[in-house]
């Protein structure tokens, strides 16, 4: 079974990201750091039972020798909610499942956390980011956990795609969470609510 972990915000700089995500919510953005396999960098921000983050090239970091997770190499225009990630307690098994592209697990890690991702081997994910990027914690360390309270909780994420039947099908009895919703649309959107102290915002 898939579980929703968390969200990517990609950007084009780092620093422009988090600014857009820290006006809009009214909020700081705390923890964070580099991934040197992938040649990018990140800021992170509590939602209670999973986080947010805001990820973008590191302009410091070599290039990793291979295309960058959430097609990032392609990446242009405006910090926007580009990909969410769902966890897992078995990858392999997951993987089996498909969809095709889904990727090959590749082994992280950053400070105290180790965990595997399945990366494509073109940095795309299926349905052009409309299925998330499947991820294995391993140990008990999480940052949602380690991130600082700040009121704010993911209402809804709503995946809008051309082909949402096939995606909701790719997702089906995989992925239980009500918040996760998908819908038709001509192009691949994600859009998010989030409930703040001052009301329900949009992050897209």
């Given amino acids: 079974m898939l579980r929703l972990d968390h969200l990517a915000v990609v950007a084009g700089r780092l620093e422009e990201g988090?600014?857009?995500?820290?006006?809009?919510?009214?909020?700081?953005?705390?923890g964070g750091g580099k991934h040197p396999l992938m040649g990018t960098h990140n800021r992170l921000l509590g939602l209670g039972d999973l986080y947010l983050e805001v990820i973008a090239v590191d302009p410091d970091a070599p290039a990793p020798g291979r295309p960058r997770w959430f097609d990032m190499d392609r990446f242009t225009g405006s910090p926007r909610l580009k990909n969410w990630v769902a966890g897992c307690d078995d990858l392999t098994a997951e993987l089996a499942l498909g969809p095709v592209g889904i990727g090959k697990p590749m082994a992280l890690q950053r400070g105290d956390y180790r965990w595997r991702m399945a990366v494509p081997d073109d940095g795309r994910l299926p349905f052009d980011g409309g299925f998330p990027g499947l991820i294995q914690w391993e140990g008990a360390a999480h940052p949602a956990r380690a991130l600082p309270e700040t009121g704010l909780r993911l209402a809804r994420l709503e995946i809008a795609h051309p082909s949402s039947a096939a995606l909701r099908a790719a997702l089906a009895g995989r992925l239980t969470d009500p918040r996760v919703t998908v819908t038709e649309g001509p192009v691949v959107t994600l859009r998010a609510t989030i409930d703040t102290p001052l009301g329900p915002l949009i992050l897209s």
């Fill in 18 to 30: 988090v600014a857009a995500v820290e006006k809009l919510l009214g909020v700081t953005m705390a």
